[in-house]
């Protein structure tokens, strides 16, 4: 065993022998000691050998780029100049330890401390040798910080672009619902338009019909030449075209703009317009009403047209449910009331009845559950605007197959009311 002092003494010895080699390319044939320190100082890899104590005993030229201190610093220092601090930010990278250097083999993503405070990291080969007597630990430190900053920016890139992704994907999904509502509003927006063109068409050949027939029966009865089948028939062209001429009267009130118009409405009477649009629907259908109007239902400070609207779109849909049952026949129920500051209205039919997912779905815009170019799915959810609007509301009870039961509350006056 040797003690500190002669320990130290042999590393003096050593360094001095580790002197970067003189003379060039054409320099004679060293010995065999200058060969192997030309070697080590000439490697492109760090190499410390470091003695049992932890001591640096040497290090080549290159440990000077790795870790910022000159080869002159570091021998004769302990290793631990070169252990980072672990509480500082490693990157969780493993730090240089000395335990780390007294196991032999290879550990990558190694972080050392430089001179100037940096961390670098490093693969780290560790080997045992002999010098002479002395164990020797060899350190060999490839530069990784370069590597690994790169892999670690991959990765941080490759995980924003995910969620760009992410974010890109749901984007897309939220701009193609959005399409697709702007789509049904416009085919919407064009259908009234369209209602509305085609009513002022029809409605002058209408009249046209209308003359010629009153005339033809004009003609018969100055002439008394009529037949009663003639005469009777000619009646019931005259009141068809009434009867159509009416309906188009009201699709072109329906179309006009001024919907916003709120005033005193008669409830009862909105009704019944709604259910005059649809009487020859329901007749066909083999479908009746059966009415039980509130005595003291007082006016209600609404828009007349809307009010129509909800009931038309009710009807629509207990016409629509009732033919489903493919009974050809049915029964409308609608009754009223008035009950604290608030009109009800029950609206009942005998119809298909609806599940649950279509009662949970039934307001929203764009849900049916009709064939293409039956139903919207707009019905119940515009006559929910409306009566939000009048500060109302509207719920339905269905069951499959018994029938759906919609029940409506207005407030006399919505303007009395939050
Ligand atoms: N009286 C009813 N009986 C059974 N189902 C109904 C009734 N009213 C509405 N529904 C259901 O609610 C859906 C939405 O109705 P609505 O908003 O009026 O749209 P649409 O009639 O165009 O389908 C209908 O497709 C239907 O499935
Ligand atoms: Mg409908």
Redesign the pocket.
């Known amino acids: 065993m040797r003690t500190a002092k002669g320990r130290a003494a042999a590393a003096a010895s050593r360094k001095a022998k580790l002197i970067p080699l003189r003379g060039g390319a054409g320099a004679p044939a060293e010995a065999p000691e200058s060969k192997y320190e030309a070697i080590f100082n000439q490697s492109s890899d760090a190499i410390l050998t470091i003695l049992p104590d932890g001591r640096i005993d040497a290090a080549n030229q290159a440990v000077e780029e790795v870790t910022g201190f000159l080869k002159g610093e570091l021998s004769g220092a302990m290793i631990d100049v070169l252990v980072p601090d672990p509480s500082k930010h490693l990157h969780r990278a493993r730090p240089l330890t000395r335990e780390l250097l007294a196991s032999a083999g290879t550990f990558e993503d190694i972080a050392i401390l430089r001179k100037d405070g940096y961390v670098r990291f490093v693969d780290l080969h560790v080997r045992r040798v002999m010098s002479g007597q002395e164990p020797l630990t060899l350190a060999l430190l490839r530069d990784v910080t370069g590597k690994k900053s790169m892999e670690r920016e991959l990765i941080t890139k490759h995980s924003e672009l995910r969620n760009a992704y992410f974010q890109l994907e749901k984007k897309n999904a939220e701009l193609q619902a959005m399409q697709e509502t702007l789509v049904q509003s416009g085919k919407l927006a064009a259908l009234g338009e369209l209602a509305a063109g085609i009513a002022h068409e029809l409605n002058q050949p209408l009249q046209g019909i209308r003359g010629y027939a009153q005339e033809i029966q004009h003609h018969f009865s100055a002439a008394a030449a009529a037949s009663p089948e003639i005469e009777a028939g000619l009646r019931e062209i005259v009141s068809n075209v009434d009867k159509m001429a009416g309906i188009i009267g009201y699709l072109r009130a329906f179309v006009r703009k001024s919907v916003e118009e709120y005033a005193w409405a008669d409830l009862h009477l909105a009704i019944e317009e709604s259910l005059k649009m649809l009487g020859r629907q329901f007749a066909v259908r083999g479908i009746a009403v059966e009415r039980d109007f509130g005595k003291d239902v007082p006016p209600i400070y609404a828009n007349a047209l809307q009010l129509e609207q909800v009931f038309i ?2 009807a ?3 016409r ?2 009732i033919e489903a049952t493919g009974r050809g026949r049915g029964t409308v129920w609608i009754s009223t009331r008035f009950k604290n500051g608030f009109v009800e209205i029950d609206f009942r ?1 005998d ?4 599940n649950e997912r ?1 009662k949970a779905k ?2 929203n815009p764009f ?4 064939e293409v170019g ?8 515009l006559s929910y605007g409306i009566l939000s609007k009048l500060n109302g509301s509207i719920v ?1 009870q ?1 069951e499959l197959g018994k ?2 039961a ?1 029940r409506i509350r207005i407030p006399r006056d919505f303007r009395e009311i939050g």
């Open positions: 779109n009710l629509t849909n207990a629509d449910a039919d119809g298909c009845g609806m279509s039934a307001f849900f049916t559950t009709k039956k139903g919207m799915g707009l019905g119940l959810s339905v269905s029938g759906a919609f």
